[in-house]
């Protein structure tokens, strides 16, 4: 890397972590200006688009079962906590492992198929884990786990208090936030940006790409897992709507509205569509038709989405 | 008393396996040759499927058109509907990366699904067998509705005659070469866009007459289609999507297979293509009877 380019490179880093601090700043005083429940929510699948989209960004593999690994991580969660008794950090952890583990097994088969294959495998395994939590006993069916306790976080923070939790969910979500940010500025994430452009340059150069691929999977899924660990514990439920496909099309929404392959573009996503649900909520049906004019009008006139737009007009990357 | 299963419970989860196995059939075909000609999945397919059966059920209540009418129909009108979507909105995608495609289709059959929800709600409207099908016959050993020996003889005609259509004849031909190579073929003074666009009719279509057919088995459901979409997907990649007899086979051959589960491990009976998917994939990942990339 010559000189002008590593500070070039530098700039654009700088710039990114004014964006950042801008982020964490509104985040931090969000709750004394918007209902703190929407903002969890908001950033629980914030969580979730950013995850997503470290596979379709930067790995270029379009997952379209991403609601299994939300959905069965708080199924184990709200299992964890309310039957075991759990305390929260272990029962989002067991939820994190199993959300790791489902994404090893799915994306062990998936990596075998690229492109369209790749999507229609995860969605139809991700169908496959639907039907099991509709019919395995612990789930209980439509009804989900319900009143789901909340807990004292390490035996300190009580989270039945809003503001605890929220702060939480807060420090989760950059936590996970900050992991995908070093992840795709890594040498690894390098790595995965080769296999994306060019799979059997990257092979050649001795890059074995199915690992790689593997890993990003895994990596996406626990950290879809952690964000619906997260979830579970702040709406004190987990049901099957967590583990729908219409779930894993929502991801896919909101990461293509704030941009594909963008670092803020999942977060502006996310809060946009959860904005809308919530504001449209009393509409019923006409959401999922919103959401498909989203869909449509993104994959023909916006394709770089809200953020990408932006970074174009202010010609640094977001 | 077959392996400890009464004979009429075996006979019937088989010949219900054999209903599904022929909309398995039918919607993979479509799926297929669109994606041979268009490198599009075509995630609108369910919802098609569900626009037949509406239209279906359109014509009778509003035309008085009934059953045999609608069968020619409405595959004509929603064929119709998908040959508009392919040249104003398809059609601009084909420069880029085929997961556009994807997401635009699914973002129609979203669109689609919500409109015909907020008229309709979400409970079934029935929709009667004709008068000419009711009734069954005593086969000795079961009972066989006339309707539902209907349904699987004739979408085993409409595959086969696809099949032939496509492997036998000068336009399947064609097709077969611009799957192959488009720009030779429209060197050769071929309307290779007119041939894409009504391609895409075609496979439209043939989920339309899947949906008119499954209208009097299942209600006419706006959202009839948009699970099964999902176990057509797993059927087209057991499958593999380059053989037309293949999507013939493998969607009939699963539809067997799953029937079979519900009577001898029920529970396992939504998931069991699913895992068959995972182990035709582990074995053999390019598809039954498809070509290794």
């Not at chain 1, 790595?191 to 790409?209: C, D, I, M, W």
């Not at chain 1, 979830?231 to 496909?245: G, N």
């Not at chain 2, 059939?25 to 479509?30: H, I, Q």
């Not at chain 2, 994606?35 to 209540?61: K, P, R, S, W």
Request: glycine share 12%.
């Amino acid at each position: 890397m010559d000189a002008r380019s590593s500070t070039a490179a530098a700039a654009g880093l700088r710039h990114q972590a004014v964006v950042f601090a801008l982020m964490v700043a509104a985040f931090a005083v969000g709750p004394f200006v918007v209902y703190p429940v929407f903002l969890m929510k908001a950033l629980c699948f914030a969580l979730f688009a950013c995850a997503f989209n470290l596979l379709i960004g930067y790995a270029g593999l379009l997952s379209f079962g991403h609601a299994a690994y939300l959905g069965s991580a708080g199924y184990v969660t709200a299992h964890a906590a309310k039957v075991w008794g759990w305390p929260p950090e272990l029962a989002i952890l067991l939820g994190v492992a199993t959300a790791a583990l489902l994404g090893l097994a799915i994306g062990a088969l998936a990596i075998r198929r690229q492109g369209i294959y790749f999507a229609m495998i995860t969605l139809a395994l991700a169908q496959m884990l639907f039907f099991f939590c509709l019919q395995a006993p612990f789930t209980h069916g439509e009804d989900g786990i319900q009143a789901v306790p909340r807990g004292t976080l390490f035996g300190l923070l009580d989270l039945r208090d809003t503001l605890v939790m929220y702060y939480v969910v807060l420090a989760v979500f950059l936590a996970g936030f900050l992991l995908i940010y070093r992840t795709i500025h890594s040498p690894f994430g390098q790595v995965l940006k080769a296999v994306r452009e060019n799979e059997p340059r990257a092979l050649s150069l001795g890059y074995q790409a199915d690992r790689y691929k593997l890993i990003a999977f895994v990596l996406s899924a626990a950290l879809s897992g952690l964000a619906g660990g997260t979830k579970a514990l702040v709406f004190q439920l987990a049901s099957l709507t967590d583990v729908h496909w219409t779930m894993s099309g929502e991801v896919v929404l909101m990461t293509l509205l704030g941009g594909l392959g963008t670092v803020f573009g999942p977060v502006v996503g996310a809060v946009i569509v959860i904005g809308l649900e919530t504001y449209l909520a009393q509409l019923g049906a006409w959401v999922t038709v919103v959401q498909g004019i989203i869909f449509v009008l993104c994959v023909l006139a916006f394709r770089r989405g809200v953020v990408g737009e932006l970074a174009r007009v202010i010609r640094k990357p977001l | 008393m077959i392996f400890g299963i009464p004979p009429q419970a075996l006979f019937g989860q088989l010949l219900i396996g054999l209903i599904n196995g022929s909309f398995y059939a039918m919607l993979s075909l479509g799926l297929s040759v669109i994606f041979g000609l268009l490198n599009i999945i075509n995630f609108t397919h369910g919802a098609q499927y569900m626009m037949g059966a509406f239209v279906a059920y359109f014509l009778l209540q509003y035309a008085g058109v009934g059953y045999w009418w609608a069968l020619l129909l409405a595959p004509v009108v929603v064929g119709a509907v998908g040959v508009v979507l392919e040249r104003f909105l398809l059609k601009r995608l084909y420069a880029l990366d085929h997961l556009y495609g994807l997401l635009l289709t699914f973002g129609l059959g979203l669109i689609i699904q919500g409109l015909f929800r907020n008229n309709f709600g979400s409970s079934g409207l029935p929709y009667a067998i004709p008068a000419e099908l009711t009734g069954g016959r005593n086969l000795g050993f079961m009972v066989l509705p006339n309707y539902r020996a209907w349904v699987i003889v004739f979408s085993l005609g409409v595959c086969l005659a696809t099949w032939f259509v496509i492997e036998r004849t000068k336009l399947g031909s064609y097709l077969r070469a611009a799957t192959e190579n488009p720009a030779l073929v429209q060197a050769f003074g071929i309307n290779v866009p007119r041939m894409i666009t009504l391609t895409y009719g075609f496979g439209v279509a043939l989920a339309a007459l899947a949906g008119v057919l499954a209208a009097p088995i299942y209600q006419v459901n706006p959202l009839m289609g948009a699970d099964l979409i999902i176990v057509v997907f797993a059927v087209v990649v057991i499958g593999g999507m380059g053989s037309i007899m293949g999507s013939i086979v493998t969607g009939f051959g699963l539809g067997l297979v799953e029937g079979l589960t519900k009577v001898f491990y029920p529970e396992a009976s939504n998931t069991v293509i699913f895992v068959i998917m995972a182990l035709v994939l582990l074995v053999k990942p390019a598809g039954l009877f498809g070509r290794a990339q």
